[in-house]
């Protein structure tokens, strides 16, 4: 039994039956038949289907940000927000994906030799719920443009979102079976990627889950992209401009009810500007607005779900026991809703809790250091490496330091963040592969040599 439950209220929104064995084989069978059609088509006859998707997103966007907002509780103005950011990576992919699928020719001793970028089968998708609508989006725009069907299994907690996006894609004209919902739980992720009508796999998600594919895709020889998780620093140097580092600081970290892999989790700031910085972010913290997610106005909604509250306040509670001071924030609020104080936490050390471990929720942890080096060893002493932002006055610096953090990207002067445009992913425990951009779409490509000789 899958069960759509409201994080506001508590409250079960419907229940769903996970679909049997026969249900799932049916629609693997065809996507594996939609897809060898698919892959025939010129990609230019192919696009026109990702125009028609940013059509029906655009035209239900409110219904679609209505049910986000119900089922995982980010603030209804932020779910707006993420359907038209997938429209609009349907429209970049549909723009752009001819380009990028075009035929290389490469100089060499054949008549003719070219790389060309061939489909490479059923990829299963397999999505977190902190963006339902966009981690999916994400994923199945580039596959399907690049001449591929795709199969999801979305987190159990957004099953009325993963319907959603079944409807979104009839209602785009897409052929049957091209892309399908499965309404599965984790225990049969296994058996999925070892099907042999599976030819690729993506997942984001927490790290753990993304060891349990790596090695099940590993195992089966398959191809995989794995988005996980992370614990972004946020190095704020002492030439930088702190009340915009503060501003940024704040969206960086609670957006999304801090429940983004790429929010800013470590804030390094260097001695000298500290107090200012850690004064003025409390401060900025300590007026979120905290309430129902339906409501104008409000700018931290519940967390998704109360297991991630009581996770996170046990983090908060470790890092105060170690030592930390706690500024603001640092417990769950009454009522039936999963809702948790905004936190920030100051004088955390690289050993505490909250800067060893990723921190799912709106929870900040400040660390001071003496320099900008030091602030570069702290942010590389973490198992992660999604992304890092870098606060600056000093550009020629700031691109020298850049180069020395492992992340899949740095943001100077800005807060990090996704962008349909530019590759996305990470390095270490944050996972491998990238998504978005050219990077993205060739991922779930066959990158296959052809050589013509002389022709007899
Ligand atoms: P999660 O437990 O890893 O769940 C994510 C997805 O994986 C869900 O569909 C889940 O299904 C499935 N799953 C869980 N355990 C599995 C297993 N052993 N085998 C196969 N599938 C499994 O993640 P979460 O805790 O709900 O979400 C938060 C985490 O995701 C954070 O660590 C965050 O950093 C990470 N994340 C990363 C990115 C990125 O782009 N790097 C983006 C968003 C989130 P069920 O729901 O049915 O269990």
Partial sequence: MIRSLNPASGETLARFDAHDAFTVDRRLTAAV??????????????????????????????????LITLEMGKPL??????????????DFYAEHAPAFLNDEPVASAASDSRVVYDALGVLLAVMPWNYPFWQAIRAIA???????????????????????????????????????TLLVESPAVRGLIEDGRIACVTFTGSTPAGRAIASAAGHAMKKQVLELGGSDPFIVLADADI??????????????????????????????????????????AGKLVVGDPMAAGTQIGPMARANLRDELHAQVQATVAQGATLRVGGKPLDGSG??????????????????????????????????????????????????????????????????????GAVFV?????????????????????????????????????????KSY
């Fill in 142 to 180: 580039p596959a399907l443009a690049a001449g591929n069907a795709v199969v999801l299994k979305h987190a159990s907690n957004v099953p009325q979102c993963a319907l959603a996006l079944d409807a979104v894609f009839e209602e785009a004209g897409a052929p049957a079976g091209l892309f399908a």
């Fill in 338 to 407: 999963c809702f948790y104080a905004p936190t920030v936490l100051d004088h955390v050390t690289p050993h505490m809790t909250a800067a060893r471990e990723e921190t799912f929720g709106p929870a900040a942890a400040i660390i001071r250091v003496g320099s900008a080096e030091e602030a570069v060893d702290v942010a590389n002493a973490t198992e992660f490496g999604l992304g890092a932002a870098l606060w600056t006055s000093d550009l020629a610096r700031a691109r020298r330091l850049s180069r020395e953090i492992d992340a």
């Fill in 33 to 66: 038949a939609a897809q060898r059609a698919w892959r025939r088509r010129p990609v230019t006859e192919r696009t026109p289907l990702l125009q028609a998707v940013a059509r029906v997103l655009r035209k239900n966007a409110e219904r679609y940000a209505t």
């Fill in 77 to 90: 103005v932020e779910a707006r927000g993420e359907i038209e950011k997938c429209a609009m990576t349907c």
């Fill in 243 to 284: 009340p915009a580092a503060a501003q940024a600081a704040l969206k960086a970290r609670f957006q999304n009810t801090g429940q983004s892999c790429i929010a800013a989790k470590r804030f390094i700031v260097e001695h000298g500007v500290a107090d200012a910085f850690a004064d003025l972010l409390s401060e900025l």
């Fill in 413 to 453: 002067n800005a807060v990090v963040a996704s962008d349909p445009r530019l590759p996305f992913g990470g390095v270490k425990q944050s996972g491998y592969g990238r998504e978005l951009g050219v990077h993205g779409l060739r991922e779930f490509t066959n990158i296959k040599t052809v050589w013509t000789g």
